[in-house]
């Protein structure tokens, strides 16, 4: 079964960085569009970064330039370096994947960033 596991979170100061991890089993990794979410309270979930099998990127524009995705196909893992935090990067980070049409969702992994 697809699994993805999300880790890396943690309490930061604004100006700080943290490195988020998303693990992933029970797919072809190598071929997986990957992406990173976050959900802060009483908003709707949203696309933070993005990144193809191929390796092309996308990022919302809250995020450009201070948060970068990339891939480990080797370790089948999905990485989310972000810096320069902002107390509006404050969330709950989901890692997901479409897989065969279903979505696939990670537990997610706290962000806080005190100010």
């Known amino acids: 079964q697809v699994q993805l596991v999300e880790s890396g979170g943690g309490l930061v100061q604004a100006g700080g960085s943290l490195r988020l991890s998303c693990a992933a089993s029970?797919?072809?990794?190598?071929?997986?569009?990957m992406g990173w979410y976050r959900q802060a309270p009483g908003k709707q979930r949203e696309l933070v970064a993005s990144i193809t099998n191929d390796e092309r990127t996308n990022y919302a524009d809250s995020v450009k330039d201070r948060f970068t995705i990339r891939r480990d196909n080797a370790k089948n893992t999905v990485y989310l370096q972000m810096n320069s935090l902002k107390s509006d990067d404050t969330a709950v980070y989901y890692c997901k994947v479409i897989w065969f049409g279903s979505a696939f969702w990670g537990q997610g992994t706290q962000v806080t960033v005190s100010s």
């Open positions: 029970g797919i072809i990794f190598s071929i997986a569009n």
